[in-house]
């Protein structure tokens, strides 16, 4: 169903690929997106085995925009937090879970003050800056120093796969020009780069290009198909 691991014994993180699922061609299998007119039921009965394959006791997700917002998750409720593309929390038992298709997916964990986030970054996020504005609300919020974050880059569009134009490719020749191999973008080493100024060390990033590879979905190779999504839980102690 995808690949995963633990940065730390009680957090669980954990990026799904396009199989294991119930729906259908052009979403075939595991599609975790109400919003790109999937059937709803074949998307509940997906999120209901992801949940059950990882024992996900609470999942809040977000209506995403391409923006820069983050919001912090408190109480243990399951919804979908409208317009944003950013969770924050340090709630237990709570999964963060953002959808993607070729966007990267990052979940960020903080061994120091038990804080958990999942963000949601495109290029618009990126260039916009939403990964700084998450380390400072990190900061601001729950006292979190970058140095002790754990960061994890999820599967996503490469520079080999992702051409840009018109607007995007002009602010990325004004601003970017670095990540730019013509009209390729590197969004993941943008994002790196981001992080590492910001004073962040520990990133791992071991991301097949979702478009070169077809176990994931990707908007740019299939245009209409369905979301994976990266995932990020820390349990309470009584794991319920
Ligand atoms: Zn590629």
Redesign the pocket.
């Known amino acids: 169903m995808g690949r995963g691991g633990t940065l730390d014994a009680s957090v669980l993180v954990h990026f799904t690929n396009r199989y294991g699922g119930v729906s259908v061609s052009p979403y075939a299998t595991n599609n975790l997106a109400l919003h790109v007119k999937d059937n709803p039921l074949h998307v509940k009965e997906n999120r209901r085995l992801t949940c059950k394959a990882l024992s996900l006791p609470h999942v809040a997700s977000m209506e995403q925009v391409h923006g820069t917002q983050v919001r912090v998750v408190e109480g243990q409720c399951t919804q979908t937090y409208p317009a944003c593309d950013g969770l924050i929390t340090k709630e237990k038992d709570v999964a963060l879970m953002v959808l993607v298709a070729d966007c990267i997916p990052v979940v960020l964990y903080d061994p120091k003050t038990e804080v958990i986030g999942a963000l949601h970054v495109g290029r618009a996020g990126a260039f916009g800056g939403i990964v700084p504005h998450a380390i400072g609300l990190l900061q601001s919020t729950f006292g979190v120093e970058p140095s002790s974050l754990h960061v994890s880059l999820g599967p996503s ?6 051409e840009i134009g018109g607007e995007a490719l002009v602010t990325a020749q004004k601003e970017f020009s670095t990540y730019l191999d013509g009209r390729y973008l590197n969004l993941q080493a943008l994002v790196q780069d981001q992080l590492a100024r910001l004073g962040v060390v520990h990133v791992e990033s071991d991301a097949p ?5 077809g176990r994931y979905f990707s908007y740019r190779r299939e245009g209409q198909t369905g979301r994976q999504a990266g995932i990020i839980l820390q349990r309470s102690e009584s794991g319920k």
């Not at 569009?157 to 992702?162: E, L, N, P, Q």
């Not at 290009?209 to 590879?213: A, Q």
């Open positions: 569009i490469g520079g080999c796969c992702y290009c979702t478009c070169c590879d």
